[in-house]
Each structure stands twice: as structure tokens, then as C-alpha cells.
């Protein structure tokens, strides 16, 4: 069981709340994820055929709960600090303990809150924590070669660039080829 600091539910930034989602969260989640879908639709997996449904949702929420209390996956969504606007979400998932202290992180943005620094913003926030509250020592993210945009967001928040993997996720229904990055604990901060 991780301490009780690392069960933090809401980060925050100068223009950000990151925090758990809630039941209450759905219908903002779905209006955006479905306004945005074909933004969306070309960097993640494949949605299943009820996406964007209540049935969805309460599945997701089910799966993200298990994942923070068993200390393998947190997931947050980030709003707009002064609006409570959703503008997106952002992960550490994939936690590895033991000698490897390391996690994946992920994200997504709505297609209007992207090219407007929001996702460094999180991105910098969701590393300070996972690197200090959860205590890891490496977190990893990988992209397509191709989404110029999420790597200059790894780029700026201080991940380094350290291979390619052929076929690594299942990308809208085709295995598809990542360039995959870290970044450490002791790295310089951006």
C-alpha cells in the first residue's frame, strides 16, 4: 500500500486543476470526447462501440479506482482553474515497483485546448508528482513518430528521446510504430 500523500486527488498549477474524476464528470467528458473524437480517434486505441456512453464511463471509472487503490494506475482529467472547463486528461500508468520505480504516462487533449501550452503545464505538474508523492524514479511515455505536437511536449517537459519500438500499441485498430522517451527523477528539471 503507498502512503496516504500519494492518494492526492487534485494537483494544481497556475491555470489547471488535475484531478480524479468523478461520477459527475460523465456528460462533460462525453460532450468533449465526442466533439473531439476525430482528433482523438487518430492518436489512441480503438473506442469501443459504446464509447461515449454512461456504460462506458462507469466502466472506466470502475477500472481507473482499482488501478489508484492498488497502486497501478492513477488517472486525472484537467479543467480550466477558472472556468472548471474539461480541457483533457492525463495518466501514470503501468506502475512498476520494486527496483524498477517506474510508470508510463499518458495524455489527451480536446481538439480546442490543444496548442496552448496545457499539456506541458500538466505534463510538468503529473511528473513533480509522480516523482516526489509515488516516489519513482524513471517515468516513460511513447508516441507516434508522426504527432510532432506530443513530442514536442515530452521535448519541453524535459523527456529524452530513447528509441523506437515497431508495433508497440494499437493505435485506432492497427499496431502502430512508437518513439519512446523517458525522463528521470535527477534529470535536469525543464
Not at 500519494?6 to 460532450?31: F, N, V
Not at 476525430?38 to 466502466?59: K, Q, T, V, Y
Not at 482529467?77 to 527496483?99: C, E, H, Y
Not at 513533480?128 to 519513482?136: A, I, K, S, V
Request: charged share 30%; proline share 5%.
Amino acid at each position: 500500500m503507498i502512503p496516504l500523500p500519494a492518494r492526492e486527488t487534485a494537483l494544481t498549477t497556475q491555470r489547471l486543476l488535475i484531478r480524479a474524476p468523478e461520477r459527475a464528470d460523465y456528460s462533460d467528458w462525453a460532450i468533449g470526447r465526442r466533439i473531439s473524437r476525430l482528433h482523438l480517434e487518430r492518436w489512441e486505441p480503438r473506442w469501443p462501440g459504446d464509447a461515449l456512453s454512461r456504460e462506458d464511463w462507469n466502466r472506466r471509472l470502475k477500472a481507473w479506482r482499482t488501478g489508484w487503490r492498488n497502486d497501478r494506475a492513477y488517472v486525472y482529467l484537467i479543467f480550466d482553474r477558472l472556468n472548471q472547463a474539461l480541457l483533457g486528461g492525463i495518466s501514470v500508468t503501468n506502475v512498476r515497483r520494486g527496483p524498477a520505480q517506474s510508470a508510463s504516462v499518458g495524455y489527451w487533449l480536446l481538439a480546442d485546448a490543444t496548442g496552448s501550452g496545457i499539456m506541458v503545464e500538466s505534463l510538468n505538474r503529473i511528473s513533480r508528482w509522480g516523482f516526489e508523492t509515488l516516489g519513482l524514479a524513471r517515468l516513460e511515455a511513447g508516441t507516434l513518430p508522426e504527432n510532432a505536437k506530443s513530442r514536442n511536449v515530452l521535448e519541453r517537459c524535459g523527456f529524452i528521446e530513447e528509441g523506437f519500438a515497431k508495433r508497440y500499441l494499437e493505435i485506432n485498430g492497427a499496431r502502430r510504430d512508437h518513439v519512446l522517451y523517458a525522463r528521470l527523477r535527477d534529470d535536469p528539471a525543464p
